[in-house]
């Protein structure tokens, strides 16, 4: 028993015991593992070799204890499943050796405790040893049978550590298990082991008494049928309750409710839990009587509910949640619809009222999936009887019924700061999509947000759920991916803990990964649904969209590092964004050029030459007024101003501003869209290393097999909308316009004015005027996209220009069109 194991084997074994569900070859490896070291016979003789295996496993569970056992559960199933029909069953007989060996080992603990020096090593084996036991009773309680008498003295443990605690559960929970398949226990071990229950019931705090409640139901439905004894329990609990709330509504102010406030929330919790396991309607408990309890117990834990303390209120709503589970057609209850609903959408409500409803909700969901399979086993058992079949049937469809209820509710958790909330919100969810219990369509943009959780725990059980959907109704993702990304920007508002900084749409670690990267790695596999969806996301980008600048933002982020695999994916993005630029920065000028006021001094009647040319030019929304009457010849040197000329331009338009500065700033909040997709495309050229011909020679309507090549992604590259950044750290739509700002936004209009005079290489015929739009339009772009940097605003290079054709950095791809 001393003998120490090594944490080293222990970490290994919990390493690869996690992989117990893993892909098919490793679940394979990890069952002929454990078999080997575990589940494989022990000669008789060979008691060192027996002690070893009972400390490794021992210790595994343990090491397990916070995260749970169902790698222990789905281990020993696959395993026992594996030799059912065969003749020698090596698995069934190691377990058998292992659960004598675990008894014996509790026993040699027990007898050890006395030992002060070693007192907390045995009392963690002790726990160690009755938790496994406890986890082979789940599979095969037929091999604890034999010790059931051995274990129940356990339940008088007197307890003063929480491992004294954790002792007694799990006492109870093998009980619960074993005792009903007992064949002719004798009286006086039942009439113990209930007086046992009665006396933790009556004693200790609320775990002891949920498992105890628990177990005692076991044992008398199913054995002794003792029910006086039961119901006299309820009847000291129930009349409590009763007496305290005639005194509550005498007088709210009493002090006698305070001081008995221990004996309420007692009440309150012991009631519910014997609702759950008993139903006192029958006449074995209730005899004759007319009274309905099931509505009694639920009037006296509604009043409960609108207490003004909210640990009272928590106590009666978990009580509530134990009675649903007895009686679940009590949800329907129109005070139960709107207790549940105000609560989960009320934004004031305190937290732990709403994780108390999701628990209670997840608790009955749990319930119901272990009725069902039990059903499903019996249905095997006896397959021809049918009514166990509608049995089944009729109790999916009460769940299907009230998870109807309290979905939208549900879903809308996922928008809550605190991690606890959204994490019950998923639990529930994803219970009620494995059960079947609603259409999953509605369910697929809330997974989609639930995917950029920054707990990973969470985002992979919600990533889990989509691929899940996926496997059985295809386009389901595909059809809800913009809703999902839209919902997702919510998400991560709600989780945003300062307010002041701008949500962003990749991981801040050192994978600077899209948030929304799973979702894309599902939709990418299929050319046209993913065609629509990078689409669809760029027409946000519309200035008819009308869509906020902190969205664009997100929406330019994961777009900026999703995971492309082959050039098409960036190379139809930077395609796109060309045909964005030319319509939308057309549409930004025109509309900030008709909210300038005329100078009407410098207005002159144009000649019918440069009426034309104006007209040809003021389609497209990129000349003001006066510079609408300039002949072309004379506009091209703008190419070559200096900055006086520049601060002169800036001058001119200054004068011709409005007095309200609203159109300045709907001018610097709609442009932040084009200052994003251009920022995009010189983000994407550069981590992708493209050329500007090779972005101009693009067609989307080429061969897939054309652009299949894989993306060589140069590091080090990030985006970084300075511009945009700035531009909602200041608030500005919201802040006083100073003179300063107004000629910056004037600046800004002015270069997407020059950007959008040399947009199009189709209009320049003779020779070298290439490069001059070439450099007007690079200074432009370098200009609104903050300057300087050119790793992230790189202009045309000496190369890109050799090849003879016109590869503006904001604009490839228009000649094309």
């Known amino acids: 028993i001393e003998q120490p194991t090594f944490p080293k084997i222990t970490e290994m074994c919990v390493k690869m015991i996690r992989r117990v569900n893993d892909e098919e070859g490793i679940k394979k490896l990890v069952n002929e593992t454990f078999q080997k070291l575990w589940f494989t016979p022990t000669p008789h003789h060979d008691k060192e070799a027996m002690t070893r295996k009972i400390l490794n496993i021992t210790d595994v569970v343990a090491a397990c204890r916070d995260t749970g056992y169902d790698w222990f559960e789905q281990l020993l199933q696959n395993l026992l499943k594996s030799e059912e029909d065969a003749s020698y069953k090596p698995v069934k007989k190691a377990c058998t050796q292992l659960v004598d060996n675990l008894v014996e080992h509790i026993l040699k603990y027990e007898e050890s405790l006395s030992d002060s020096d070693n007192k907390g090593v045995n009392s963690g084996r002790l726990v160690a040893c009755i938790t496994t036991l406890f986890l082979f009773s789940k599979i095969r309680p037929q091999l604890m049978v034999k010790h059931a008498m051995t274990m129940q003295p356990y339940l008088t443990t007197k307890c003063s550590t929480q491992n004294d605690f954790m002792v007694i559960c799990n006492v109870a929970k093998i009980l619960e298990l074993v005792v009903p398949l007992m064949e002719h226990p004798s009286e006086t071990f039942l009439a113990t082991i209930e007086e046992d229950l009665m006396k933790l019931i009556i004693k200790y705090g609320m775990t002891v008494v949920q498992h105890c409640v628990s177990c005692l139901g076991a044992v008398v439905n199913k054995v002794t049928q003792n029910y006086k004894f039961v119901w006299a329990c309820f009847n000291r609990y129930y009349g409590a309750l009763s007496k305290l709330k005639s005194q509550h509504q005498e007088d709210p102010n009493s002090t006698i409710l305070t001081a008995n406030k221990p004996a309420l929330l007692r009440s309150l919790f012991t009631v519910g839990a014997l609702c759950r396991h008993f139903d006192f309607d029958q006449e074995d408990f209730k005899g004759n009587s007319k009274v309905n309890i099931k509505d009694k117990v639920l009037e006296l834990l509604m009043y409960f509910t609108k207490h003004s303390d909210e640990e009272v209120q928590t106590k009666a709503i978990i009580g509530l949640g134990f009675a649903f589970i007895q009686h679940p057609s009590l949800m329907f209850e129109q005070e139960v619809k709107t207790l549940y609903n105000s609560i989960?959408?009320?934004?004031?409500?305190?937290?732990?009222?709403?994780?108390?409803?999701?628990?209670?909700?997840?608790?009955?969901?749990?319930?119901?999936?272990?009725?069902?399979?039990?059903?499903?086993?019996?249905?095997?058992?006896?397959?021809?009887?049918?009514?166990?079949?509608?049995?089944?049937?009729?109790?999916?469809?009460?769940?299907?019924?009230?998870?109807?209820?309290?979905?939208?509710?549900?879903?809308?958790?996922?928008?809550?700061?605190?991690?606890?909330?959204?994490?019950?919100?998923?639990?529930?969810?994803?219970?009620?999509?494995?059960?079947?219990?609603?259409?999953?369509?509605?369910?697929?943009?809330?997974?989609?947000?639930?995917?950029?959780?920054?707990?990973?725990?969470?985002?992979?059980?919600?990533?889990?759920?989509?691929?899940?959907?996926?496997?059985?109704?295809?386009?389901?993702?595909?059809?809800?991916?913009?809703?999902?990304?839209?919902?997702?920007?919510?998400?991560?508002?709600?989780?945003?803990?300062?307010?002041?900084?701008?949500?962003?749409?990749?991981?801040?670690?050192?994978?600077?990964?899209?948030?929304?990267?799973?979702?894309?790695?599902?939709?990418?596999?299929?050319?046209?649904?993913?065609?629509?969806?990078?689409?669809?996301?760029?027409?946000?980008?519309?200035?008819?969209?009308?869509?906020?600048?902190?969205?664009?933002?997100?929406?330019?982020?994961?777009?900026?590092?999703?995971?492309?695999?082959?050039?098409?994916?960036?190379?139809?993005?930077?395609?796109?964004?060309?045909?964005?630029?030319?319509?939308?920065?057309?549409?930004?000028?025109?509309?900030?050029?008709?909210?300038?006021?005329?100078?009407?001094?410098?207005?002159?009647?144009?000649?019918?030459?440069?009426?034309?040319?104006?007209?040809?030019?003021?389609?497209?929304?990129?000349?003001?007024?006066?510079?609408?009457?300039?002949?072309?010849?004379?506009?091209?040197?703008?190419?070559?101003?200096?900055?006086?000329?520049?601060?002169?331009?800036?001058?001119?338009?200054?004068?011709?501003?409005?007095?309200?500065?609203?159109?300045?700033?709907?001018?610097?909040?709609?442009?932040?869209?084009?200052?994003?997709?251009?920022?995009?495309?010189?983000?994407?050229?550069?981590?992708?290393?493209?050329?500007?011909?090779?972005?101009?020679?693009?067609?989307?309507?080429?061969?897939?097999?054309?652009?299949?090549?894989?993306?060589?992604?140069?590091?080090?590259?990030h985006f970084h909308p300075k511009q945009t950044l700035d531009f909602l750290r200041s608030d500005m739509a919201n802040s006083k316009i100073t003179e300063e700002v107004k000629r910056s936004i004037v600046k800004q209009y002015l270069d997407f004015k020059l950007l959008m005079e040399h947009l199009d290489p189709d209009e320049e015929e003779e020779d070298g005027e290439v490069s001059a739009s070439t450099n007007a339009r690079n200074k432009a772009i370098t200009s609104l996209l903050g300057g300087g940097s050119p790793k992230n605003n790189a202009a045309e290079t000496e190369d890109d220009e050799s090849d003879g054709e016109d590869r503006g950095g904001g604009t490839s791809g228009v000649r094309r069109r």
């Open 344 to 717: 989960l959408s009320d934004k004031n409500c305190s937290v732990n009222l709403k994780i108390q409803v999701l628990k209670n909700l997840q608790t009955y969901l749990q319930e119901e999936d272990t009725r069902m399979q039990q059903a499903d086993r019996d249905w095997k058992k006896v397959a021809k009887q049918e009514d166990l079949k509608e049995m089944g049937d009729i109790s999916s469809g009460m769940s299907s019924s009230i998870m109807q209820l309290y979905l939208k509710q549900v879903l809308e958790a996922f928008f809550h700061t605190q991690s606890s909330v959204r994490h019950f919100a998923l639990n529930v969810i994803a219970l009620t999509l494995n059960q079947g219990l609603i259409h999953p369509v509605q369910c697929v943009p809330y997974l989609i947000a639930m995917g950029t959780d920054p707990e990973p725990s969470m985002r992979n059980k919600a990533d889990q759920q989509l691929v899940e959907i996926d496997k059985k109704y295809a386009g389901f993702i595909h059809m809800k991916a913009v809703a999902g990304m839209k919902m997702s920007y919510q998400v991560q508002q709600a989780i945003n803990t300062c307010p002041k900084d701008p949500v962003r749409g990749f991981r801040h670690d050192e994978s600077s990964s899209a948030l929304c990267s799973h979702l894309y790695s599902m939709i990418r596999g299929n050319r046209q649904h993913r065609r629509a969806f990078l689409i669809s996301l760029l027409n946000l980008f519309d200035d008819t969209a009308k869509t906020e600048v902190n969205m664009l933002l997100y929406i330019a982020d994961n777009l900026a590092c999703f995971p492309y695999q082959t050039q098409e994916e960036p190379l139809f993005i930077m395609h796109h964004i060309d045909i964005t630029l030319s319509v939308s920065g057309s549409n930004l000028l025109q509309s900030f050029k008709e909210s300038m006021v005329k100078d009407k001094k410098k207005e002159r009647k144009p000649s019918s030459d440069e009426e034309t040319e104006s007209d040809s030019n003021s389609g497209s929304g990129s000349e003001s007024d006066e510079e609408a009457s300039k002949p072309r010849r004379l506009r091209k040197r703008v190419d070559s101003d200096s900055d006086s000329d520049e601060e002169n331009d800036i001058n001119a338009v200054m004068k011709c501003l409005p007095e309200n500065s609203a159109p300045l700033i709907e001018f610097a909040n709609v442009s932040q869209g084009i200052l994003l997709l251009l920022m995009l495309k010189q983000h994407l050229k550069n981590l992708c290393g493209f050329s500007d011909s090779k972005i101009q020679k693009y067609s989307p309507s080429e061969s897939a097999k054309v652009y299949d090549k894989a993306i060589n992604r140069k590091t080090g590259v």
